[in-house]
């Protein structure tokens, strides 16, 4: 399958290197960036859950690829519009994103046209220590479905495609609910993490940061829930758990999963905890500023969540003009 992956980042890197290795015909996109350059001259080096070095095809110029069969978004979601205004010209299959956020899919969709959309996300994890190295910190799983259900034979493809590449996949009928299930879990973390700059399975074990999630987990999902789209477990982000389980019994419900991927010596952060620890700029208003609106928009409260939003915000804007590290 010739696949072109649009954002060489650690996640991407991860993804593309596997597939690259089952034989797939593989092309990294990406600005110009030393990575990009590494894998170029040296090849891919994969470390982690599974250790390898792979060739993969890289450029920083979208205009070298012309036709694909599935085209994989996996940019920061603040850099979509840049990333796809130089895709027009692209003949795909089809395409999917796994960026954070609820607004990917009709970004794609602009671009591409609704019908070659996939819904899709991944729990897969990696961190970049170094140019041309990507460490596969949280084995995680792939999930893509068709944004208005059921199952269809492209989707049955590529999932089959991503197994045969040793990574975990699967086809969703309701991927649209899973979408946001994730999506609200990891705003929530995203913001602590920011806030706390703790890796993520610790966010989860302390017991008055688990409580933080809980409670802003219940007041962001009322906002899923007024366009009727209904929340479940998604991996590690046990946004059904949350919602249905007594407060109490929620709590330690998330103590437990921070613990069950909780390994020795592996320090996974959670993306926005990355960009914090590196001082880039963060997803958060481009991803969270707008459930926030959106909030406030249908008058429905989500005071903790406002707030702990404007102090991530404000950590950021102090990081950025240098006032704090």
Known sequence: MRIAIVGAGALGSVIGGCLARAGEEVTLIDIVTPHLGAIRERGLKVTGFQQFSVPVKTTAQPSEVREVDFLLLITKSLDTEKALAGMGHLRVGYASSVQNGVTKDERLAKVFGKEKVLGGLTLVAAQRPEPGVVEWTVEGITYFGELGGGFTARVKELVEVFQRAGLKAEAKENILSLEWSKFISWATTGMISALTRLPFPKVLQSFDLASLTVKMVRELSQIPQAKGIPLENCGPHRTGTMLELPFE????????????????????????????????????????????????????????SEAVYALAQGLETSIARGWAK
């Open 249 to 304: 019994a929620a709590v330690q419900e998330m103590m437990q999963a921070g613990a069950r991927i909780d390994r020795p010596g592996v320090f996974p952060f959670h993306s926005t905890a990355q960009d914090i620890l590196a001082g880039r700029k963060t997803e958060m208003e481009d991803c969270i500023g707008p459930l926030i609106a959106e909030a406030r928009e249908r008058k429905i409260k989500v005071p903790l």
